[in-house]
């Protein structure tokens, strides 16, 4: 009886010394949970930066100068092609008026004259 103790006593310790030697599953899961983790919240910044850059670039189109205007008011007048493609891509009359430099009343009568164009 003795001795089943005293081999069961060695088994027990061999088996807990072979078990500090194995792999933990349990810490690569963790490890690579972490990893993917990181590459994930890389890539939100990166998208995040990029969104930034575009919403800049779109609010700078958005609103118009008036220098950069000018010049083509100078060699070509109020352009009514120009005037109702900007109408038809939503942008406002006031917004046209100051793209084109010139009043919102032009800018109205010129796409009141062309309203069968737009329909």
């Known amino acids: 009886m003795t001795i089943v103790i005293i081999i069961l006593f060695i088994i027990s310790i061999a088996l807990i010394g072979l078990s500090f030697f194995q ?7 963790e490890q690579e949970l972490d990893h993917l983790q990181l590459s994930a919240m890389q890539e939100i910044y990166k998208l995040k ?3 930034r850059i575009v919403e800049e670039e779109l609010l700078q189109n958005d609103v118009p100068l008036k220098e950069q205007a ?3 008011q100078e060699d070509e007048g109020a352009n009514p092609k120009r005037i109702l493609a900007k109408y038809r891509q939503g942008m406002s009359l006031e917004a046209i008026a100051l793209s084109e430099a010139s009043s919102v009343e ?3 009568t010129i796409v009141e004259q062309n ?5």
């Open 70 to 72: 000018k010049p083509y």
């Open 115 to 119: 309203e069968r164009a737009l329909t």
């Open 106 to 108: 032009e800018i109205r």
């Open 49 to 51: 930066k990029k969104m």
């Open 23 to 29: 792999r933990d599953n349990v810490k690569e899961l």
